[in-house]
Structure formats: C-alpha cells, structure tokens
T-cell receptor
Framework: GAVVSQHPSWVICKSGTSVKIECRSL??????MFWYRQFPKQSLMLMAT?????????EQGVEKDKFLINHASLTLSTLTVTSAHPEDSSFYIC?????????????FGPGTRLTVL | AQSVTQPDIHITVSEGASLELRCNYS??????LFWYVQSPGQGLQLLLK??????LVQGIKGFEAEFKRSQSSFNLRKPSVHWSDAAEYFC??????????????FGKGTHLIIQP
C-alpha cells in the first residue's frame, strides 16, 4: 500500500496565531512531498514542493515566509501557516511521491481543514 | 505553462448507464496524466495514470481512460456506473523531470451525480 496521513484533520485558530500541519507517509519513504491548497468547490493548487533535507520550492505567488515547510525526514513534512488570517482559511492537502522507476505516483493525504477566525 | 480543462462542472448519470468525463490538457512535451477521485471527507484516490505505452489505460473500480495525443485529451470512461461512484473527479497533468514527477496541475473537477 501507499498511505499518507495528515494531522490534524481540522483546526480552528484565532487570527494572528500559527498553525502546524503534519504530513506523513506511513508505509514508504518519500524524498519529495507536495503541498496543495483547495478552496471550496475548486481545484487543487500546488503551493510548494518539499524535498527531504533541503529547502522547499514555492510556486509563484506563494509567500515562503508565511507558509513554512520543513521536510526533516523521509516520512514527514510539515507546513506551518504563520500569523494566520481569515483569508488563509482553506483545505490543505499534502501528497507524497512514491518512487517506482520513472513511473512514480503521488499519494494524497486526507487533507486538513483550516478555519481562521 | 501546462493546464488542464475539464469542461463539465456537473454531470448527472443514471445508475447502470455509461459514463465519460472529459479532460483536455495543454503541455509542451509528452504529458504524465492522472485521474483522481475525491469523495466527501476523504482524500484523493488515484484511479489511473498514463505515462507511456498503450494509450488505453485500465484503472481501479472499472474505470479506463484513453490518451489521444492528436486531441490533447485523456477522457475517463466507465461502462456502467454505480451509486457509489458519485464523487468529484479530477484530471491532472504532471511534468516528468529527472527526479520523477513534479507537482501536478489539476483541472477544476467534475462533480458526478448518480440518479437512481
């Protein structure tokens, strides 16, 4: 199998606080993980690529100082939303890339619902 | 830049009927194509993927998709839908670099409704 978990599944926080979301690959090692954001009834938008042991690569328009990514091990990547504001409320989804020759696949976590009051 | 278009926002199909969900992509090289399904409260589940080779790809749950380079399409099909197929379906395209597939570009999704 290829299972990816996220914690927490939902979180409510006050404006100005920081929130950390964890993404774990449970039964495989992932040198690369990805973070996506999904607004209600919309598609997933790639935010950043997280590489184990190196700095994350952010997509254009994504503030790296606001969305801190740490990929400290082959099975864990974290996304910290710093000084969260209501406009950061969204569904955050991670995926982990499982290598399989050149035909590797991304496996997605169940997502984390963030609500900023 | 790569992009994915799913022209149908909603599709309603009677249970037992056939299904085709459309997906068109824009990409400068050979694409790496996926179909995912997202059910309420659950994560995205991979239905099938195309990397190379046979252009007709078989997936899980009885789904298949056909890659047509001339039409830049990767339509998803199922001969007979079940009520449990009701969900959001996403087509995605990826870039294949030396280290594997990069982050995916998703279409906006098609919401599938199954009528009894």
């Amino acid at each position: 199998g290829a299972v990816v978990s996220q914690h927490p599944s939902w979180v409510i926080c006050k404006s100005g606080t920081s929130v950390k979301i964890e993404c774990r690959s449970l039964d495989f090692q992932a040198t690369t993980m990805f973070w996506y954001r999904q607004f209600p009834k919309q598609s997933l938008m790639l935010m950043a690529t997280s590489n184990e042991g190196s700095k994350a690569t952010y997509e254009q328009g994504v503030e790296k100082d606001k969305f801190l990514i740490n990929h400290a091990s082959l099975t864990l990547s974290t996304l910290t939303v710093t000084s969260a504001h209501p406009e950061d409320s969204s569904f955050y989804i991670c995926s982990a890339r499982k290598a399989s020759g050149r035909s590797d696949t991304q496996y997605f976590g169940p997502g984390t619902r963030l609500t900023v009051l | 830049a790569q992009s994915v278009t799913q022209p149908d926002i909603h599709i309603t199909v009677s249970e037992g009927a056939s299904l085709e969900l459309r997906c068109n992509y824009s990409y400068g090289a050979t694409p790496y194509l996926f179909w995912y399904v997202q059910s309420p409260g659950q994560g995205l589940q991979l239905l099938l993927k195309y990397f190379s080779g046979d252009t007709l790809v078989q997936g899980i749950k009885g789904f298949e998709a056909e890659f047509k380079r001339s039409q830049s399409s990767f339509n998803l099909r199922k001969p007979s839908v079940h009520w449990s197929d009701a969900a959001e379906y996403f087509c995605a395209v990826g870039h294949l670099s030396g280290g594997g597939a990069d982050g995916l570009t998703f279409g906006k999704g098609t919401h599938l409704i199954i009528q009894p």
